[in-house]
């Protein structure tokens, strides 16, 4: 049996004094290198067909700028269509060390994990060495990431350092997915829907003289908006547009409840209020009780959404065709 075709993807963006290094470093279990040039303004395209001799290399352009989703997107798409079986992301800046690659692949060809992604902060010592805005940034988008993806047992979820079964990444809608940084959690959101298996892996990233595009206060309320609405459509289509369990039940009595009993309750203040009374007992006990069930009812949902979790991948049932559930494009 062939030896599977392990693709790499190197979106290339500001990248020119890093990218020939970071190629040199890829080892030989991997057989194409797709190098996608993003309308760089520093031609790191140019730079690597000019001086790398690879021959697994191949540079792709961008006349325009697209963002790091839509350079990743084009790898990818050439990458299934040269019949790759994992497509590995990293980037090009030399933060992220090609000798791990073994890790990412190993739970994929194991049959384990449907996608594995980088986790800087399994280390102390690795989180110690992290920059004061990135370690606040990700600790917050790790927990707005689990409500909008679903996977509460992963991290660091804007981590670019990614593989996937090529099985997968066909079901994936490519022009739906967010191509600027919104890119990795948005994908996230999408395997939940597949119910596919995501796997962390411990990495140390490296911080050098590079400089990052991204501006922390331009993007803050764009990705909040976004795993917002991501939570909103993943909680629709997992408990009542796919499925129906208990927990689709105690999400509609809990919010009901406690949306009923903070509603009267500040009526009632306002009331009591205007007439300068005191509410009674009863008034009380009517406000409080519908809010105390209601989040009974929440946290037990939170609890089975939690225990939801998926840990069996699902590239192995693909293998002989599509799942049966998929007979579309998904249109989420």
């Not at 079901?171 to 994908?187: A, C, G, T, V």
């Not at 803050?220 to 208990?246: C, E, M, P, Q």
Request: one cysteine or more; aromatic letters at 10%; charged letters at 15%.
């Amino acid at each position: 049996m062939a030896e599977p075709l392990i693709a790499v993807v190197i979106p290339c963006y500001r990248v020119r004094a890093q990218i020939l290094d970071v190629l040199g470093r890829i080892g030989p279990e991997c057989g194409r290198i797709y190098v996608v040039d993003d309308a760089c303004p520093e031609a790191s395209g140019k730079a690597v067909q000019e001086h790398c001799r690879d021959p697994r290399v191949r540079v792709l352009f961008h006349e325009t700028n697209q963002g790091v989703g839509g350079a990743v997107m084009t790898g990818y798409a050439q990458a299934l269509r040269d019949g790759a079986a994992v497509l590995v992301k990293m980037d090009g800046d030399g933060q992220m060390d090609p000798a791990l690659l073994p890790r990412f692949l190993g739970p994929i060809l194991r049959g384990q994990a449907d996608y594995t992604k980088g986790n800087r902060f399994f280390d102390i010592e690795g989180v110690r060495s992290m920059p004061l805005v990135r370690l606040l940034g990700n600790t917050v988008l790790s927990f707005l990431a689990k409500l909008s993806s679903g996977y509460w047992n992963v991290f660091d979820p804007t981590n670019g350092y990614t593989a996937i079964h090529a099985a997968v990444a066909r079901l994936l809608p490519l022009d739906k997915l967010s191509r600027r940084y919104f890119f990795e959690s948005d994908l996230l959101f999408r395997l939940g829907t597949l119910r596919a298996c995501v796997v962390d892996v411990p990495m140390t990233a490296v911080y050098g003289a590079e400089t990052s595009s991204l501006r922390v206060r331009a993007v803050a309320f764009d990705f909040f908006w976004r795993h917002a609405v991501n939570t909103v459509k993943r909680i629709f289509y997992n408990y009542f547009l796919r499925g129906f369990s208990a927990a689709s039940v105690e999400l509609v009595l809990g919010t009901a409840l406690a949306a009923f009993g903070a509603a009267f309750g500040a009526w009632a203040w306002i009331v009591n209020e205007a007439r300068g009374t005191a509410a009674s007992t009863g008034t009380v006990m009517l406000a409080a009780l519908p809010v105390i069930l209601g989040m009974q009812f929440l946290v037990s949902f939170l609890a089975n959404d939690i225990a939801a979790v998926p840990h069996q991948a699902i590239h192995p049932l693909l293998q002989e065709g599509p799942p049966p559930w998929r007979s579309g494009p998904n249109s989420l």
